[in-house]
Nanobody
């Protein structure tokens, strides 16, 4: 069973937007805060946003104002809206909870 499945990545021009999705399995969704991380080429994986079971959001300082995390309980999905994309946002984006990682989705920002 796949507990976390990301999608929504792609190639986007600077200034564009993307919405990443993380579909969470039934067995863990309602009891788990969900986090988004990213890993750029040659860099360590870094935390960028999280959302609790009751919808409280938190963000790494460098992404505040451009990234929005949300969750849809009916769809058991956590979203990461990324606006005004920059080349430095290029990375593989992962969702994470309770020692479980998704497979990641690639975001490439390039003109």
């Amino acid at each position: 069973q796949v507990d976390l499945a990301e999608s929504g990545g792609g190639v986007v021009q600077p200034g564009g937007s993307l919405r990443l999705s993380c579909v969470v399995s039934e067995r863990i969704y309602h009891d788990s805060a969900i986090y988004w991380y990213r890993q750029a080429p040659g860099m360590q994986r870094e935390w960028i946003a999280g959302i609790t079971t009751i919808g409280q959001e938190d963000y790494e300082d460098s992404v505040k104002g451009r990234f929005t995390i949300s969750r849809d309980n009916a769809k058991k999905t956590v979203y990461l809206q990324i606006d005004n994309l920059k080349p430095e946002d290029t990375a593989v984006y992962y969702c994470y909870t309770n020692l479980i990682w998704g497979q990641g989705t690639q975001v490439t920002v390039s003109s």
